[in-house]
């Protein structure tokens, strides 16, 4: 499976960005896809996942009810819609597939990871 994810940019403290991650591969709709950001200096963190079918979700305290996952499994192309954004959002966000029937909240769950793609947030 391959990801490439897109959207990034620069963006004021209260903006939205909506960041998008295309996959190629594999049955699309048999895997749980998550998304994960990594700050300068701190570890990867995740940040929100959804179920193949997109009935099961689960976001990190830190952007639930601004952030929303959602998928297109006909376009095979997993969402991330940020809302209310703030400096502490900025980070490189990556995509990533797990193979697992689970939604989960571990890295080291997911086999497949696509490039990463920055985002800045603005005070």
């Known amino acids: 499976v391959q990801l490439q994810a897109s959207g990034g940019g620069l963006v004021q403290a209260g903006g939205s960005l909506r960041l998008s991650c295309a996959a190629s591969g594999g049955t699309f709709s048999s895997y749980a896809m998550g998304w994960f950001r990594q700050a300068p200096g701190k570890e990867r963190e995740f940040v929100a996942a959804i179920s193949g079918s997109g009935g099961s979700l689960s976001y990190a305290d830190s952007v639930k009810g601004r952030f929303t996952i959602s998928r297109d499994n006909a376009k095979t192309t997993v969402y991330l819609q940020m809302n209310s954004l703030k400096p502490e959002d900025t980070a490189v966000y990556y995509c990533?597939?797990?193979?697992?029937?689970?939604?989960?909240?571990?890295?080291?769950?997911?086999?497949?990871w696509g490039q990463g793609t920055e985002v800045t947030v603005s005070s």
């Open positions: 990533a597939a797990d193979f697992g029937t689970t939604v989960s909240t571990s890295s080291r769950d997911y086999n497949s």
